[in-house]
Nanobody, 126 residues
Framework: VQLQASGGGFVQTGGSLRLSCAASGRTRRMYSMGWFRQAPGKEREFVAS???????TNYVASAKGRFTISRDSSSTLYLQMNGLKPEDTAVYYC?????????????????????WGQGTQVTVSS
């Protein structure tokens, strides 16, 4: 499975962006998919995840109510980000679980994901 992230950009506070992550290859092997981010000088942080079966979602507290993760039938992953804040500035990475290690409660652990996209930069100005 290969992942290609896109959709990042530069926006002002309060603006919106929609990130996409196109999956190719043996996408039937994917279990959960997720978004992580890494700001300069900080560790990688979980943002959101969605399971492959029921479509159950999880979010980091700071993203709840502002971000929405979704996944379509072609295995493309999305992250709709509204009400962006300067603290959302980071490189955003999509990830796929190919072995089921995110179940039942490791969806927020980067080590549970097997494949990563290349990252897309999101910059929010104040």
């Amino acid at each position: 499975v290969q992942l290609q992230a896109s959709g990042g950009g530069f926006v002002q506070t309060g603006g919106s962006l929609r990130l996409s992550c196109a999956a190719s290859g043996r996408t039937r092997r994917m279990y959960s998919m997720g978004w992580f981010r890494q700001a300069p000088g900080k560790e990688r942080e979980f943002v959101a995840s969605i399971t492959g079966s029921a479509g159950s979602t999880n979010y980091v507290a700071s993203a709840k109510g502002r971000f929405t993760i979704s996944r379509d039938s072609s295995s493309t992953l999305y992250l709709q980000m509204n009400g962006l804040k300067p603290e959302d500035t980071a490189v955003y990475y999509c990830a796929a679980d190919l072995t089921g290690r995110t179940w039942p409660d490791q969806y927020d652990s980067g080590r549970a994901y097997d494949q990563w996209g290349q990252g897309t930069q999101v910059t929010v100005s104040s």
